[in-house]
């Protein structure tokens, strides 16, 4: 109810709320980033304390600009509220991932692990100091594609195998051949060659004249030609195969004239 009289009014205020948004400074992969906080002008607002994460790349801190510049706030750190809103920036430092060499060997050792950060350039390791018998390096693989040694490699979000690529070796040249007569026919035994040669496959077998030919798959190692004239003179040839990518399978003779007996 209005009187007469005088009346001294008194303003009542009541604060205004403020938020503080956190922002994954606009990169793809950031899970985990805080929800909207609110507080008035003047308070001291502790921040969420929990880091958000993003593949390769640890967090850094929050600031108050997107390219890390102005204030800067760690995960739980307090924050003192002005006359506006406040959005935080996540700034990411690049992780340390690692580079594990793998692949079969035969004899010395496989390179060591390296570390790079998420995004820089690695040198891939050379292809010295370990061999695989019967097979020569080609490169190596991150199971996508492929690097020659001492290549360059970009390092991903994420620790990487790097395994070693190998090219089969033609086979090595057989010996001749030992050929045991019979009646119209030989039993003929291949004998495998030696050095780095890729395993062989297979070894056919011909004979001249007349062209019979018959194949050893291994790990056998005998074969028999029949339909031969007793009393002449054969040559035996042994020719070694196997499935060598990227050439023609590679082809040595060596011979040993037989007389099959009748």
Not at 47 to 68: E, I, Q, V
Not at 72 to 87: F, N, P
């Amino acid at each position: 109810t209005v009187r007469d009289g005088h009346y001294l009014l008194y303003a009542v205020w009541s604060p205004i709320a403020y938020n503080i948004t956190f922002s994954d400074n606009s990169v793809a992969g950031v899970s985990g980033i805080p929800v909207v906080q609110t507080g008035n002008l003047g308070e001291i607002v502790a921040l969420n304390s929990n880091k958000p994460s993003r593949s390769g790349y640890l967090f850094s801190n929050w600031t108050t600009n997107a390219d890390g510049s102005g204030l800067a706030y760690g995960a739980g750190s307090q924050l003192i509220l002005g006359s506006a809103g406040v959005t935080l920036y996540a700034q990411w430092s690049a992780a340390t991932n690692t580079i594990i060499y793998s692949g079969t060997i035969t004899s010395g050792a496989l390179p060591s692990a390296q570390g790079a950060a998420t995004g820089a350039t690695a040198v891939l390791a050379a292809s010295t100091g370990f061999t695989r018998t019967g097979y020569t390096f080609d490169k190596w693989s991150d199971g996508i594609d492929l690097y020659a040694a001492g290549a360059n490699f970009t390092m991903p979000a994420a620790n990487t195998l790097i395994t070693a690529q190998w090219i089969l070796n033609a086979p090595n040249s057989p010996a001749a051949p030992t050929v045991v007569s019979g009646d119209s026919s030989a039993t003929i035994t291949v004998i495998p060659g030696s050095g780095n040669g890729g395993p062989a496959t297979s070894y056919v077998v011909t004979v001249s004249p007349g062209g019979a030919t018959c194949t050893v798959f291994s790990p056998a190692t005998t074969c028999s030609i029949s339909g031969l004239d007793n009393g002449t003179a054969y040559t035996f040839t042994a020719v070694a195969q196997n499935n060598r990518i990227g050439s023609d399978v590679r082809a040595v003779d060596c011979s040993r004239v037989k007389h099959p007996t009748g």
